[in-house]
C-alpha cells in the first residue's frame, strides 16, 4: 500500500463522517422536533468535535506529507492538493474554537428563525455578535497575517478575494442599474391567483425529474429556506410553497436541483473522496443559476411551463405564453433577495457583500446592523425595509456562520452567463427541446463539461476548458441580461 | 476538576455521537433515498469505528479507572457500573470487527427488506449467514471462555442467561398451552371492514399523545417495522398502516409511545449520560407491552377506543363495546409474532430463542433455517407456515445483528406482569380513567416508578423496587392472562 493508498482509505472515512453531519444538517431544518435544539447543538458540536480532530491529526499530515513526494497521477494531484489546502486551514484553527462554532451556530440559526417570525433583529442580535465574534477569530487563525475576510471567502471560492470582487461589481453595477431604470419604467404582468399547495409540489417533483435529478438518490422536503445538502448517492434537497406565489416553490426548487444535479452527477469513481463535491460554491451556484434562470426562464421553457401549469391550476389569468414569460421575469420592487429578478440579484449580493465584509473587517457593528441594512437597501434600491423579515433577517446564512459566501452568488451568475453563452453554440436544438419543457441537452453538456469533474480542477479553470478556454468574465451574463430584458 | 468530571464530560460526546449514529439508522428507514444504500454503509461504518474508537480508547480506561477510585456518591457508582461495563465489553471486540459487523448489517437489512418483499429466504441467507458468523466471533472474544449466546442477551439484559431463560420459559409454556387451547376453542369476531390510511394515522397520533408521547420531542412516521428510537429529547417513533387491520397501526403506536416514552421520561439531569438510556430491553419492552397490552387492550381502554373509532371511522361492522374488546383480544392462528395475541405471543418468542440459541451455538446452519423454522412452527402452533415472509423473513432483528434480543420481549411480558400488579393496587381509578380514555394516572405511576430512573438500578432489582420489593417471577402474568382469558 503507498502512503496514498493509505491516505484516500482515511479521507473516504472522514467524507463519510461529513456526509453524516451534513445530514444533520439537513434534519434539523426538516426533521427534527422543535424541542430537541439543545441536544441537537451538542450532538452537531460532537461531530464537529470528530471531524476537526481527524482533519488535524499528525497522522494525516504525515501520510500527506508522504504521498505528496511518491510519484502520482494528475486526479491523485488534484486530490492532494484539496486535502493539502484543507489541512494547512483545519490545523490553524484551534480544535475548541471549532467546536464552539459548531455549537453557537447550531443555536443560532434557530435563535434567527424565532426572531425572523418574530420580526425582531433586536432578539437575533447578540447571538450574531457572538457568531461574528468567533468567525473573526477563526478568519485570524486561518489568514496569519492576511484580510480576514479573504480568508472566509476562501472556504467557498479558492483563490477569490475581496479585492477581485470589488473590481468584478464595479464592472457590473453601471449595467444593472441602467438596465433595471429601463425595465422597471415598464409595466409587468403580475399574476394573482391562488395555487393549492400539493399541486405546487408536484409539479415541483416533475420539474425536479425533467431537469435530471434521481430521485432514487434524493428526495425533496420543505423547510424553511431551500437548501441542497450531501454528496453522491444522497443528496436531497428543499423547497418552500407559498399558495399566492408558486414561482417561489417552483424556481427554488429548479435552483435546488442544479445543485444537487452537480452533485450527483460527479463521476461515481470520486465519491467519498475530496474530489466528490463541487469544487467550489461559485461553480455550484453556477448551476443552480443557470437551471434556474438561463433554461428556466427562458421563452422557450416558460412556454412549455405555461400551458404545463394551465393544465394543473386551470385559468390563473394569465392570457398566453408571452405574458406568462413576461410574468416570470418581472423586473419589480422587492425585498426578498431569493424572489429578486435576474436584473436586480446581483445588486442585493453586493449589498450583502459590502455589509458583512464590514462587518468581518471590525468596521460594523452587529448592533449598527439592522440600520446599516435599511440605509444601504435605501440608497441602492429607492425604498424603504419596511421589516427585518424583509431586510436584514431575510437569510439564514449568517447566523450559521456564512460569511464570505453571498459573493459566490453574483460570481454563479458570472459563471452561468460563460457557460451558457458556450452552451448555447454546442447544444443543437436546445431552444426547441426547451420549448418542449425538455432541459436534458443542455444539462447533459453541463455534466460532461462541469458536473463530472467535480473537484478535479480549479474554479475558474473549470469554467474556462468548459468555455474552450476563455478566463470568465461578467461580460457574457450582462450581454445576456441585456439582451433579454431590452426586448421583454 | 476530578477524573469523575472528565469522564463525565467525554461521555456525553460519546453519547451525542452514539444519538447521531441512532439517527442515521432511523433515517435509514424512514427517509433514506434506496439508491443511497451503499453510501450509507460505509457512513455507518464509519461512525460505528468513532464509536469503537472512543469506547476503547486508553484514555478512557485510565479516566475510568481513577474516577472508581475516587469517593462518589450513589448516583456517579451507577455511572461508572455501566461506564466499566461498557468499556470491558468493547475492549474484548476488534476495532476490525465492530467496523464489518457494523457495514454488514447495514446491507444485510437491505437484503432482509427485499427478500422479505420477494418471500425468498435463499436469497436472504448468505449474508445471514455472514452476520451470524461475525455475531459469533464478536461473542466469541466478549464471552472469552463463557457462552456465546449468554454473551450476546448481557448486551440486552445485563445480568440474563439462556439457562434462567430456559427455566422460565419452561414455567410459562404449558400455562400458556393451555390457555391457547381453551381460548381457541371458543369463536371470536373479526373485523372485516376497510380504514384509510389517513385517518387511521391521526388515531394513532391521538392516541399516542393520550398515552403521553410529547410529539415537541419527538415526531412520527411509516416504516416497515415500526421502532422507537433516541433518547431525550429527540425520541421518535414509527408505525405501518394496514387498511384492513387498524390494529396493526394502533397497539403498534401505542407499543412504541411505551418504549418512547421511557426514554423522554427519563431525569433530565441524566441526559446523555450512560444513565439517560433505559436499562435494559427487558425493562424496556415491560413499558412498551405494558402499554399496549394491560392498558391499551384493557376492556376500559377499549370501550373508549370503541366509540373512538366509530366516531373516526363510522360504523365498521362491530355491534357493541363489549364484542370490540373480543375483537381487540381475538386469540386466533397466526404467523406474525407482531400480530399475535397476549396469549400466544410468548410462544412465538420461545421458537425464536431456541432457534437463535442453535445458530450462535453453531448447532444450526442458517441454510437450515427455513426448514428448522417451519419444522417448529407447525410443531408449535399445528399448522405450517405458508410463506417466507409468515416465517423466517417476518423480523427485521437477525438481519440487522440482533440476536438475544427477541427473549427480552418475552421478560418484558413478565416484568409488565409485575408492574401491572403492583399498579393496580397503587393508582387510584385506573378503571374509570382508562374507560374514559385516559391512562395518564397508570403512565405516571410508570414514570415515577420506573421510566425516570434511566439506568440508575439493575433491572431486576428496578422492576422489584417499582413493585414494592418482590423479585419479578412469571406468576403476575399468567394470573394476568387467565384472569383475562378465562373470562373473554
Redesign the interface.
Known amino acids: 500500500m503507498t502512503a496514498y493508498g493509505d491516505l484516500i482509505t482515511s479521507e473516504?472515512?472522514?467524507q463519510?463522517?461529513a456526509?453524516?453531519a451534513g445530514?444533520?444538517g439537513w434534519?434539523q431544518e426538516t426533521?427534527?422536533?422543535?424541542?430537541?435544539a439543545?441536544?441537537?447543538s451538542?450532538?452537531s458540536?460532537?461531530?464537529q468535535?470528530?471531524l476537526h480532530a481527524r482533519r488535524t491529526e499528525a497522522r494525516r499530515g504525515d501520510l500527506l506529507a508522504a504521498a505528496e513526494a511518491e510519484e502520482t497521477d494528475a486526479v491523485a494531484v488534484a486530490q492532494l492538493r484539496h486535502i493539502r489546502r484543507d489541512f494547512d486551514r483545519a490545523a490553524r484553527v484551534p480544535a475548541d474554537l471549532a467546536v464552539a462554532l459548531a455549537r453557537l451556530t447550531c443555536r443560532a440559526q434557530g435563535q434567527w428563525a424565532e426572531a425572523r417570525a418574530a420580526d425582531d433583529y433586536a432578539a437575533f442580535a447578540p447571538v450574531l455578535a457572538e457568531v461574528v465574534r468567533l468567525k473573526r477569530e477563526e478568519a485570524a487563525a486561518v489568514s496569519q497575517d492576511g484580510d480576514l475576510y479573504d480568508a472566509l471567502i476562501d472556504d467557498f471560492e479558492p483563490g477569490m478575494t475581496a479585492a477581485k470582487l470589488d473590481t468584478l461589481f464595479a464592472e457590473m453595477r453601471p449595467r444593472l442599474v441602467d438596465l433595471r431604470a429601463r425595465a422597471l419604467d415598464r409595466d409587468w404582468p403580475e399574476i394573482d391567483a391562488h395555487f393549492h399547495t400539493d399541486p405546487q409540489l408536484r409539479l415541483a417533483r416533475e420539474l425536479a425529474r425533467n431537469f435530471g435529478y434521481?430521485?432514487?438518490?434524493?428526495?425533496l422536503d420543505l423547510a424553511v429556506h431551500p437548501f441542497s445538502s450531501g454528496s453522491?448517492?444522497?443528496v436531497?434537497i428543499t423547497t418552500r410553497v407559498s399558495e399566492t406565489d408558486p414561482f417561489n416553490c417552483l424556481y427554488s426548487t429548479v435552483h435546488e436541483v442544479g445543485h444537487a444535479c452537480y452533485e450527483q452527477g460527479i463521476d461515481p469513481a470520486f465519491?467519498?473522496t475530496p474530489l466528490g463535491q463541487g469544487v467550489s460554491m461559485g461553480v455550484h451556484e453556477s448551476q443552480s443559476r443557470l437551471y434556474e434562470n438561463q433554461l428556466g426562464r427562458s421563452r422557450a421553457f416558460t412556454g412549455w411551463l405555461y400551458h404545463r401549469m394551465r393544465a394543473t391550476f386551470g385559468d390563473f389569468g394569465v392570457r398566453d405564453a408571452e405574458t406568462f414569460h413576461r410574468a416570470v421575469n418581472r423586473v419589480h420592487p422587492g425585498h426578498i433577495r431569493t424572489e429578486a429578478d435576474e436584473v436586480q440579484y446581483n445588486l442585493h449580493i453586493m449589498l450583502r457583500f459590502d455589509l458583512e465584509k464590514a462587518l468581518i473587517a471590525g468596521d460594523l457593528d452587529t448592533g449598527d446592523l439592522e440600520a446599516a441594512w435599511n440605509d444601504r437597501f435605501a440608497a441602492d434600491f429607492g425604498y424603504n425595509v419596511n421589516r427585518a423579515s424583509n431586510g436584514v433577517l431575510q437569510d439564514v446564512h449568517w447566523s450559521v456562520g456564512l460569511f464570505g459566501y453571498f459573493p459566490t452568488y453574483a460570481l454563479g451568475n458570472v459563471y452561468a452567463g460563460c457557460l451558457y453563452r458556450a452552451m448555447r453554440g454546442a447544444v443543437p436544438d436546445l431552444e426547441v427541446n426547451l420549448s418542449r419543457g425538455d432541459p436534458k441537452g443542455a444539462t447533459a453538456w453541463l455534466q460532461s463539461r462541469v458536473q463530472q469533474h467535480g473537484g478535479r480542477y480549479e474554479p475558474s479553470d473549470l469554467i474556462a476548458r468548459a468555455c474552450g478556454g476563455a478566463t470568465p468574465t461578467a461580460g457574457p451574463l450582462l450581454d445576456y441580461l441585456e439582451e433579454k430584458f431590452a426586448t421583454l
Chains 1, 2 share one sequence.
Do not use: K, N
Not at 214 to 219: K, L, P, V
Open positions: 473516504r472515512e472522514m463519510a463522517l456526509q453524516v445530514r444533520l434534519d426533521m427534527m422536533p422543535r424541542g430537541a439543545d441536544q441537537r451538542e450532538e458540536g460532537a461531530m468535535a470528530v434521481d430521485f432514487t438518490r434524493g428526495r453522491g448517492d444522497d436531497r465519491r467519498l
